[in-house]
């Protein structure tokens, strides 16, 4: 009974160093499902574990072990998270050095107490298996709610192969550690000056390991920014240019509608007027000018109705100038330009002709400034087009937090939703 009750603490505490780094991640489907089968499958391989550090293996076999170790973790990460290979390599980095971490930890205690004079059963006892699940639930939960919880990035890792070689180093010698500590522990002869190097050697790289991720995530996070300030400014810049070629095609489409005026009053035959009629259509479907009282909101409107209109698109728009009046034209260009490229697009890939369609609602509600934009769901998209349109989100709510507002976004069966809310600006 007592080596089942050893194997199953040994698997209880990698699984729950796993549900420390697996929990602040998105998940795959069916996550419950997939995390009891992860426990089901570490039992075994806790097994190995277990044998691996009774002491009574080679240098060489301790590498293999361990080596596969990292690998299975890896693949157990990947399995039940949306995280790509480099990503989940990483994170099994994190599990192992802590599910041993909090081994050699629980070891250190009762070797201190041991060095106390304090009495304590044996090992494979079953209040000594309890302590130590308690003991790993304990620092897995604060392990969960402190760095777990940081160090991913909106519920992923984006790893690149420094951080994951640098990583992949610092886990190396990590274990070289751990395995000349364990080898320490077992002779109770051995004083503090032999325990200590090797214990702070292996936390100076559990510190090394976050502060390199602390240090890559901020430089992602800088070049992210400079993307954002590069795209919202060209936005920014791109209302005067939207703004002229509204006006040049207002100006045409009048001087067509003169024309074709004229061709009317010279009483041609029914084949021309046919034509004519032809032509006038397509005059007015370029001449769909918004008329909302704002300029700004006009002529983002009337862009984006044209671009509508060229992929058979409707756009239903009820919309109150006034009620964006406070915002600055190149911030309100920028947000309905970004909002309405996704609706676009979003509307675009439906192959269902009543599908493609978008709901435009700007008005006022007590005081507050409400946005509503509706479209259809995107269900699979490139991944170039995700990314830019994350790149959309982000601008949208750089601009929403400027003015103090709040965005949400919903989605529900096969509509999507944009809510955005600015309080009146202060006097």
């Known amino acids: 009974m007592a080596p089942l009750v050893t194997l199953l603490t040994s698997a ?18 069916n996550y419950r499902l997939r995390f009891l089968l992860d426990f089901v499958a570490t039992v075994p391989f806790a097994q190995v574990i277990t044998w691996a550090n009774s002491g009574r293996t080679s240098a060489p076999m301790l590498l293999v072990i361990y080596g596969g170790f990292f690998l299975w973790a890896s693949i157990s990460t990947k399995l039940c998270t949306p995280l790509d290979a ?69 519920g992923l890792y984006r790893i690149g192969p420094r951080q994951l070689l640098s990583a992949g180093l610092l886990g190396g010698m990590f274990v070289f550690q751990f395995f000349a500590l364990m080898s320490t522990l077992q002779n109770t002869g051995v004083g503090l000056v032999l325990v200590a190097p090797a214990f702070l050697t292996q936390l100076y790289c559990l510190t090394l390991l976050y502060l390199q991720t602390e240090l890559f995530k901020k430089s992602a996070m800088q070049k992210e920014m400079d993307t954002l300030n590069l795209l919202y400014e060209r936005q920014r810049q791109q209302y005067q240019i939207a703004r002229q070629n509204v006006q040049i095609i207002n100006r045409k489409c009048h001087e067509l509608k003169v024309q074709i005026a004229d061709l009317r009053r010279l009483n041609p035959d029914a084949a021309q007027k046919k034509d004519l009629n032809e032509a006038e259509r397509a005059v007015r479907l370029y001449d769909a000018n918004a008329d909302t009282g704002n300029e700004v909101l006009d002529v983002v409107l009337t862009e984006k109705s044209m671009h509508c209109e060229a992929r058979h698109i409707t756009l239903n728009c009820v919309a109150d100038g006034s009620a964006v009046a406070f ?53 699979e998209a490139p991944a170039r087009a995700a990314r830019q349109h994350n790149y959309e989100l982000k601008v949208m709510r750089r601009i929403v937090q400027k003015y103090n507002g709040t965005m949400t976004t919903e989605n529900q069966n096969v509509l999507s939703a944009v809510k955005i809310v600015l309080p009146p600006p202060k006097s």
């Not at 420390?20 to 998940?27: D, E, I, S, T």
């Open 12 to 29: 209880l505490c990698i699984w729950l160093a796993q549900m420390a780094y697996w929990l602040p991640l998105k998940r795959r489907e």
């Open 327 to 379: 915002v600055e034209p190149g911030d309100l260009y920028a947000l309905f330009s970004n909002a309405l490229d996704q609706a676009i697009d979003a509307a675009a890939r439906q192959m269902d002709e009543p599908r493609r369609m978008i709901d435009l609602l700007v008005c006022k509600r007590q005081g507050f400034t409400v946005i509503n934009i509706i479209s259809p769901v995107v269900t």
């Open 86 to 154: 480099a990503a989940s390599a990483y994170c099994s980095v994190w599990i192992v050095l802590t599910s041993e971490s909090i081994y050699e930890l629980w070891r250190l205690l009762i070797w201190g107490a041991a060095k106390a004079g304090l009495q304590q059963p044996a090992l494979a006892t079953s209040p000594m298996m309890l302590g130590q699940i308690g003991f790993t639930l304990a620092v897995c939960i604060l392990v969960r709610y402190t760095a777990a919880r940081l160090m991913p990035d909106e």
